[in-house]
């Protein structure tokens, strides 16, 4: 039950997109924080199976002074020359304007036009978000499974989310590095390769988005979100009935 609401507003702004093609491994690896930090909002797209990334869509405030041409290529990856979706085969109909045409900022920072599929629209959805000090790291292990991921993956995307105060947010008072896994409809081959996919991001102390499939056990949620204890008595304080409670949250909150 929400009785009040604060918002924190900023006045409005537009945002231009550009995608970039081939993105090398070795020039993110040298440049991380230049690429993570060369626009408002930066995605990488790959199929983990080449040291590439297929895709970078590079988002930038429009702001007086700063030119409006893209650059034909971008730390060794090119522009793309037509609009692109990130997915293989797929109409880019359905995704946000692209090459560098100014738009306001609710219509250039989501990836898909409002009232158009997202993504392929049959899917199943994972995301690991790994403190930021350890995204070389953890992509490197990624790597690792390479094969085993493609055969099952439609397209991953990394991207940067700043740090929050909020006590169960994956975020809490660290900037983290999303690793985001757009699978294949098929649950039971998902559910076998998301325990070998943790375990190689256990030592970056990944934790899981909520509102996406994880196999990680209660206790190993509770070991990641520190202000767990404190969550729980709140949640016993206001709803000591359980009236807001179900069988997940159950399991790992409580």
């Not at 408002?40 to 590439?52: C, E, G, K, M, P």
């Not at 895709?55 to 702001?63: G, I, M, N």
């Not at 959805?125 to 350890?134: K, T």
């Not at 983290?176 to 081959?189: E, M, N, P, Q």
Request: charged share 25%; glycine share 6%.
């Amino acid at each position: 039950v929400v009785t009040g609401l604060t918002l924190e507003v900023v006045p409005a702004f537009e945002v231009r997109q550009e995608v970039y093609e081939n993105l090398p491994l070795a020039e993110l690896e040298a440049n991380f924080e230049a690429v993570m930090g060369g626009a408002y909002s930066v995605s990488l797209f790959t199929d983990w199976r080449q040291a590439r990334f297929t895709q970078v869509w590079r988002k930038s405030r429009v702001e007086e002074g700063l030119p409006l041409k893209a650059e034909p290529s971008w730390f060794g990856a090119t522009a793309a020359p037509a609009q692109r979706h990130m997915l293989s085969g797929h109409s880019a109909e359905n995704t946000t304007a692209q090459m560098g045409i100014p738009g306001p900022w609710f219509e250039r920072l989501p990836h898909f036009r409002m009232g158009h599929t997202p993504s392929s629209g049959e899917e199943l959805q994972s995301e690991y978000l790994v403190p930021r000090p350890y995204a070389l790291k953890a992509i490197r292990e990624v790597y690792g499974l390479g094969e085993r991921i493609a055969s099952i993956l439609q397209i991953s995307e990394i991207r940067t989310i700043a740090a929050d105060d909020l006590w169960m947010s994956p975020y809490y008072q660290q900037p983290c590095v999303g690793f985001h896994f757009t699978w294949v409809k098929d649950w039971s081959a998902v559910r076998q390769l998301l325990p070998v996919l943790e375990e190689r991001l256990e030592p970056f102390e990944a934790r899981p988005h909520w509102g996406k499939l994880f196999t990680m056990s209660p206790e190993r949620i509770g070991a990641l979100f520190r202000r767990l204890p404190e969550f729980r008595e709140l949640l016993q304080t206001y709803d000591p009935k359980g009236k807001f409670r179900n069988a997940f949250l159950d399991e790992y909150l409580f």
